[in-house]
């Protein structure tokens, strides 16, 4: 998990349907991070591959990624894939760039339409 932390700013915001939070790169993170794997796993997920990437930049240090992923689940036997896109807001600082927002859509319910939760 540290290297998916690692991509993180210290301090972040997150929008998705269910509403926007504010939050830091901590010891809490770290677990919402490892929890989130968990329910993926638990709920078929096999795996998740970054089908498309388009990044939009805002000026030297900002920049708009829009990351289209594709996400393989087993069902019953099946597999089916389920493709959703995420918006990251990146800042690049001492030469690494790093994630201090994002938005997401109703991951949830597409999962619920397919039948898989």
């Not at 990624?65 to 600082?93: C, E, P």
Request: glycine residues 10%; charged residues 30%; hydrophobic residues 45%.
């Amino acid at each position: 998990m540290a290297a998916i932390s690692d991509l993180y700013e210290d301090a972040f915001i997150g929008a998705a349907p269910a509403g926007v939070i504010a939050g830091n790169k901590d010891e809490d993170f770290r677990k919402a991070i490892a929890t989130g794997f968990a329910r993926n796993r638990e709920i078929g997920a096999r795996q998740m591959e970054v089908a498309g990437l388009q990044a939009d930049e805002i000026d030297a240090m900002h920049a708009l990624v829009r990351v289209d992923w594709r996400a393989t689940y087993d069902r019953d036997g099946r597999q089916m894939t389920i493709d959703f896109t995420n918006v990251y807001l990146t800042r690049l600082a001492n030469g690494k760039c790093r994630v201090f927002g994002w938005i997401t859509g109703d991951e949830e319910a597409e999962l619920r339409k397919q039948g898989i939760i």
